[in-house]
């Protein structure tokens, strides 16, 4: 069950942005201090895949994101956004642990923000930002403020404010890790929905296998810092996924494997 | 109602208490009044000076304001060229906390002679008492805007000027009121202190002429009213710039949250 709400132009046969290729290859980065945390990390992901990045804690995860995102630099190596020919320069979203809104502004001000940023005109990007809060079924609070929201709430307006631009890259850093588990699963499957209908390439990184298995197609586990690939499977799951996979015999099978290289990836 | 009278009346209570005994005292002693005047004498001084009070109190204001005034935009705008260079940081800051030491009093013959004696002397003495903590405050609000929002601008391509504009400013906004708030006390005790030095000039005398001239005339009821002008002034600026940083924050800031 989703509390999902199709806005009016997003059907299944609408065009779609499509995604980006993700290719990152014998990237390096350094910390003063904390030392290496990426040595030489190949990573090939396809165009519109839902990848899920596992791994223990410090390992690089995060670092990993932020270098897709061009938020920070690699010391060597390459980390590389390739759109398909033809296709205008990758857009990049990136959604946060924390929702991080801004709190003087209301919900449709914080979801139009990077349209706002891009130039887009005032009523042009209030249009949209409204569509996209209503994708995330937030329609009715766009006039609230940040202050007066639960945390599923302003995690998707976080969402929304991620989707306004049509990003053909979303990346999530343990976005729903603060919320209770109720709440995780309901934005689990509004996610999962909002990529069968947007179809661009997400990245996920989290510390639940479950999660991980039932949002994405692949599954890829680190290993402790500095962070090498342990496990790499797709997972061989229905694309549409509903609830009720939680408790399915297969869903509890895709889990056992990622649990091992988890546990493999702590122990020193 | 009933409970912001039941939250008045300790504190009336014992101000009631503290005049009463005050009155007596000075009656049953005999003390001079241009030593200590009882509370019925600095009443009547209000009543029977109220227009040279009033004036007074109008001047002074107005040279507090203004220094406010100058306190916030001149305070901000070093707060955010400070922040935008460690740099730039580094070499000045250390002068700012140098000029908030330096004593008011010893350098108001200085404005005196680059200024001229009147308004505009007194209205700089108030700005260099109340912008320091504005600076400061400022300061400290932009450089703990969250990494996160920082990254989130960066990302999506805002200017230098756009995340000041957008995001640098309003997340600092708390903490420049705060600064303000201190500010709005202190230019009003750099007026007064100013027109010690520099309040003689033509127009209306301030609270700080009327408060030196008062004892030298023995009249030091009239000396009790205006420095309780000087003090209703503080609490005056003190409670606009909390009325309007209530009105700026109420939507988002917990601080601002009843
Ligand atoms: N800006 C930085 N300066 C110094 N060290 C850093 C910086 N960013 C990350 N590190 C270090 O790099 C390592 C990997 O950090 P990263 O945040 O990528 O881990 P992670 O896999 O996301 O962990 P978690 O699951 O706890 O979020 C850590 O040891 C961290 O201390
Ligand atoms: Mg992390």
Not at chain 1, 18 to 31: N, Y
Not at chain 2, 196 to 215: C, D, K, N, Y
Not at chain 2, 227 to 248: E, H, K, Q, R, Y
Request: proline content about 6%.
């Amino acid at each position: 069950m989703t509390s999902l709400v199709l806005a009016p132009g997003l059907a299944a046969d609408a065009p779609r942005p499509g995604g980006v290729r993700v290719l990152v290859e014998r990237a390096r980065r350094v910390f003063a201090g904390s030392g290496v945390v990426l040595d030489g990390l190949d990573l090939d992901v396809a165009a519109g895949t839902f990848v899920a990045l596992l791994g223990p804690s410090g390992c690089g995860k995060s670092t990993l994101l932020r270098l897709v995102a061009g938020l920070d630099q690699a010391d060597g190596g390459s980390v590389k956004l390739l759109a398909p020919e033809g296709a205008e320069r990758p857009r990049i979203a990136y959604v946060f642990q924390d929702a991080h809104l801004l709190p003087w502004r209301n919900v449709l001000d914080n979801a139009a923000l990077p349209l706002e940023l891009a130039g887009v005109g005032r009523d042009e990007r209030r249009a949209q930002a409204l569509v996209a809060l209503q994708q995330v079924g937030l329609g009715d609070a766009a006039a609230r403020h940040p202050a007066e929201l639960s945390g599923g709430m302003k995690m998707r307006v976080s969402l929304a404010r991620a989707l306004v631009t049509r990003p053909s890259i979303l990346l999530l850093d343990e976005p729903f890790a603060a919320l209770d588990e109720l709440t995780r699963q309901r934005l689990d499957d509004q996610l999962r929905a909002l990529w069968l209908d947007l179809g661009m390439t997400v990245l996920f990184v989290t510390h639940s296998n479950a999660e991980a298995a039932y949002l994405a197609e692949r599954c890829i586990v680190f290993s402790r810092r500095p962070a090498r690939i342990l496990l790499d499977t797709p997972i061989d799951l229905p694309r549409e996924r509903a609830a009720s996979l939680r408790s399915d015999p297969h869903f509890a099978r895709a889990l056992g494997p990622l649990q091992d290289a988890l546990l493999a990836g702590e122990a020193p | 109602m009933k409970t912001s009278l039941a939250a008045a009346a300790p504190p009336l209570l014992s101000l009631v208490l503290l005049l009463g005994a005050w009155e007596a005292l000075v009656r049953v002693l005999a003390v001079p009044a241009y030593l200590l005047p009882p509370p019925s004498q600095i009443a009547a001084a209000f009543a029977a000076d109220a227009t040279t009070l009033g004036l007074a109190t109008w001047t002074t204001a107005k040279s507090a304001l203004l220094g406010f005034a100058l306190s916030g935009v001149i305070g901000v705008l070093v707060a955010v060229a400070l922040s935008a260079s460690r740099l730039l940081e580094r070499a000045f800051y250390p002068y700012a906390v140098f000029l908030q030491t330096v004593p008011i009093v010893a350098i108001a013959p200085l404005l005196v002679l680059w200024f001229g004696p009147g308004e505009r002397a007194v209205s700089v003495s108030a700005f260099i008492v109340s912008v320091f903590p504005v600076v400061a405050n400022a300061l400290s609000g932009l450089r703990s805007v969250e990494p996160a929002l920082r990254d989130l601008f960066r990302l999506y391509g805002a200017g230098k000027l756009r995340t000041l504009l957008l995001l640098s400013l309003p997340s600092s906004l708390p903490s420049i009121v705060t600064g303000l708030r201190i500010a709005g006390g202190l230019a009003v005790i750099g007026a007064i202190v100013g027109e010690f030095v520099a309040g003689f000039a033509e127009g209306t005398p301030g609270l700080g002429i009327l408060i030196m001239s008062a004892p030298r005339q023995l009249r030091t009821d009239l000396l009790f009213a205006a420095v309780l002008c000087a003090s209703a002034l503080g609490l005056g600026l003190f409670g606009a710039t909390n009325l309007g940083g209530w009105l700026l924050l109420r939507r988002w800031h917990p601080s601002e949250k009843s």
